[in-house]
């Protein structure tokens, strides 16, 4: 009888693999282990307590070849929902990217993009950076403004 190793490709250990690193490396996951088998959480809460080296790589291999397909499932889709969150974040990171762009070139009107979601302190204040973006555009002062912009951004969305 062929081990499960011969049977198993090549690929499928390594995405295997790169799964349980990506878990491990993920420091805000936390990843409930109640719905995985036995053997998988305690394999899994051994790799978290492992530092990086052979021992880790040992353990890795072993965990991609004898875990059950179910927890494999399991698994897959926990790192589909990381990938939509990651590319939703990339998403929004670039849209308060352009809006800032556009605010600084004038292409964008601030009465219209924010209307009554800034109180009057902040609008002044996102005024005074868009200004401030726009007149020292290649100086520290310009850099901090457009950073400033950019953060403030990121508390309206």
Known sequence: MPSQRK???KQTLNWRRQTLLR???ESALALNLDDFSD???DSFRQLM???RGSARARLLRHIARRSPQDDWDKLASIVDGLDRRRHQRIERESDALSLRDSL???GADPYVVFGDSLSGADFEKLKKLIENARRYAATPLGKGARTRILKLLRQVQ
């Open 7 to 9: 049977t198993m490709s």
């Open 104 to 106: 600084i070139d004038g």
């Open 49 to 51: 307590a492992t530092t």
């Open 39 to 41: 053997v998988f959480q």
């Open 23 to 25: 878990l491990v490396d």
